[in-house]
Antibody, heavy 118, light 110 residues
Framework: QVQLVESGGGLVKPGGSLRLSCAAS????????MSWIRQAPGKGLEWVSY????????YYADSVKGRFTISRDNAKNSLYLQMNSLRAEDTAVYYC???????????WGQGTMVTVSS | QSVLTQPPSVSAAPGQKVTISCSGS????????VSWYQQLPGTAPKLLIY???KRPSGIPDRFSGSKSGTSATLGITGLQTGDEADYYC???????????FGGGTKLTVL
């Protein structure tokens, strides 16, 4: 079935780095835009970044611009988020989601928790 | 402070109808499609409405969406206890070049 599975979350110190992965299955990954969306504990949803199907178009939220890098490997059906210079306010559950943000996200992963703390 | 404004909470009795508003501006709702998501406790969000008023397959017609000007509305009829969740609106903001979400609305079915 159509599925997205995130991995790579964990505990990291402020200023540290982490790389999240999202494995896609059940659909033609290379046909779809993909995004990362996060949710801080007890808070609402915050869009982080999106990448077009070919990887040629990328957008970031201002809160992560210059620190996070989104990428994808269509041969491996995988989406990535490289997070550098992490801050306490980056603590959140990170979801990968399928879809063009101009329209909607129709498939979401279960999320992976990132905790930034000393 | 979210770009899109939703009421923090709404409530209604089982079987009743509720509406959740989402207010924005011409740079977001006014000129882009709105989507709505349901997040049950402890789970990932789920798409309820896309393109302002379309339902994905599997979403019952108790859920409806509409848009007028710079505001959008999610309607839920025949409320069930299983509808208790947080609901979020989302749309692209052309000025910010960013996807923006409302702050979320917690639905309580009394």
């Amino acid at each position: 079935q159509v599925q997205l599975v995130e991995s790579g979350g964990g505990l990291v110190k402020p200023g540290g780095s982490l790389r999240l992965s999202c494995a896609a299955s059940g659909f033609t990954f290379s046909d779809y835009y993909m995004s990362w969306i996060r949710q801080a504990p007890g808070k609402g949803l915050e869009w982080v970044s999106y990448i077009s199907s070919s990887g040629s178009t990328i957008y970031y939220a201002d809160s992560v611009k210059g620190r996070f890098t989104i990428s994808r490997d269509n041969a491996k059906n995988s989406l990535y988020l490289q997070m550098n210079s992490l801050r306490a306010e980056d603590t959140a559950v990170y979801y990968c989601a399928r879809g063009d943000p101009m329209f909607a996200f129709d498939i979401w992963g279960q999320g992976t928790m990132v905790t930034v703390s000393s | 402070q979210s770009v899109l404004t939703q009421p923090p909470s709404v409530s209604a009795a089982p079987g009743q109808k509720v509406t959740i508003s989402c207010s924005g501006s011409s740079s977001n709702i006014g000129n882009n499609y709105v989507s709505w998501y349901q997040q049950l406790p402890g789970t990932a969000p789920k798409l309820l409405i896309y393109d302002n008023n379309k339902r994905p397959s599997g979403i019952p017609d108790r859920f409806s969406g509409s848009k007028s000007g710079t505001s959008a509305t999610l309607g839920i009829t025949g409320l069930q206890t299983g509808d208790e969740a947080d609901y979020y609106c989302g749309t692209w903001d052309s000025s910010l070049s960013a996807l923006v979400f409302g702050g979320g609305t917690k639905l309580t079915v009394l």
